[in-house]
């Protein structure tokens, strides 16, 4: 649907039901989007009408979110996706520890018929309940950009995921977390929360899974939470996801057992902010919350009865040598 060479003429078409979404959120009927290669100058977006598709109330128009907005909880986030050959193993791990999260999507990928598997692993991270926010059409360096650049990899990748979703979307990952001061004027005047990170795994650039895994989890111990930043479309990622939360759990479990506060995983509705005041968290989001930590004790017995038991069978398994 897009493409990354020539000025791009994006139309969208919106008309908003009344019908609310299980999430809550506002569906859209109908939301479609349209680009080609066209000479010339590039005609002025509809700006009422591409506003049409970020207006999400619980995730828009809020503050930049830098990751430390929240103490206690943290926030796992995956970029650059979806990729069919890891992106499900992520979202098998976050289901199997009832770990919310956000996907940050390129467009390109959910673009065409190259897009269509693409296009069912987003519907099944929005069936699933995880947020999704865009990551750029391309994802270049909007470090510098400027107008037609930020109409073609902004305004389109939201024409796009919208229309893709049936929802509004209400935030935007700067690729590289580099954003001109023209974008993040830009971004306001779409009502876009910018989500950047505050634990950067830096997982695009490991090659040790073993080592990433402790870095992972030392890193949210170390800050006590926030913002984490990986990558959906990395094989490593992949590989080491469900470890890392099931070292959180652990992390947990201990902190239980010590009286202490655990590090619960959230959703990024948790550092919201409008101003200084942070923003309500849905009940339904509350809810969820609630209900990880309700089920932690009896996972963290679980948890117990397992370690015991393979203790156990290390010790009946284990050589016995004739006494002297």
């Not at 024409?159 to 979307?169: D, G, N, T, V, Y």
């Amino acid at each position: 649907m897009f493409r990354r060479l020539g000025w791009l003429v994006i139309a969208v078409t919106v008309t908003t039901s009344a019908t609310a979404a299980p999430d809550g959120h506002k569906r859209v009927a109908t939301a479609t989007a349209t680009a080609a290669s066209a000479r010339g100058a590039e005609p002025a977006l509809d700006l009422k009408r591409l506003i049409r598709l970020t207006d999400d109330p619980q995730v828009g128009n809020a503050d930049r979110i830098d990751g430390d907005e929240a103490k206690g909880v943290v926030a796992f986030t995956f970029d650059d996706g979806p990729n069919p050959e890891t992106t499900p193993q992520v979202i098998d791990a976050l289901e199997k520890y009832n770990v919310p999260a956000a996907f940050f999507i390129v467009t390109q990928r959910i673009a065409g018929k190259h897009g269509e598997k693409g296009r069912e692993i987003l519907q099944r991270e929005l069936d699933a309940g995880f947020l999704v926010g865009s990551h750029s059409v391309t994802h270049p360096s909007l470090k510098r950009a400027v107008g037609d650049k930020l109409v073609r990899e902004v305004d389109a990748s939201i024409a796009a995921l919208a229309a893709q979703a049936e929802r509004p979307i209400g935030m935007f990952r700067p690729p590289y977390g580099s954003l001109s001061g023209a974008g993040r004027v830009r971004l306001k005047k779409l009502r876009l929360t910018e989500v950047l990170w505050s634990v950067d795994t830096l997982d695009w650039k490991a090659h040790n899974p073993d080592r990433l895994r402790k870095k992972v989890i030392s890193m949210i111990k170390k800050d006590g939470g926030g913002v984490v930043l990986m990558h959906d479309v990395k094989p490593i990622t992949a590989k080491i996801i469900a470890d890392v939360l099931d070292d959180l759990e652990a992390e947990n479990c201990a902190r239980l057992a010590d009286e202490r506060e655990p590090i619960v995983p959230v959703s990024i509705h948790y550092f919201l902010k409008d101003g200084k005041a942070p923003r309500a968290v849905p009940e339904a989001v509350q809810h969820r919350t609630d209900a990880y930590k309700a089920a932690l004790p009896d996972r963290c017995a679980k948890r117990a009865a397992r370690d015991s038991d393979s203790s156990h069978a290390r010790i009946e398994s284990a050589p016995r040598h004739a006494a002297k």
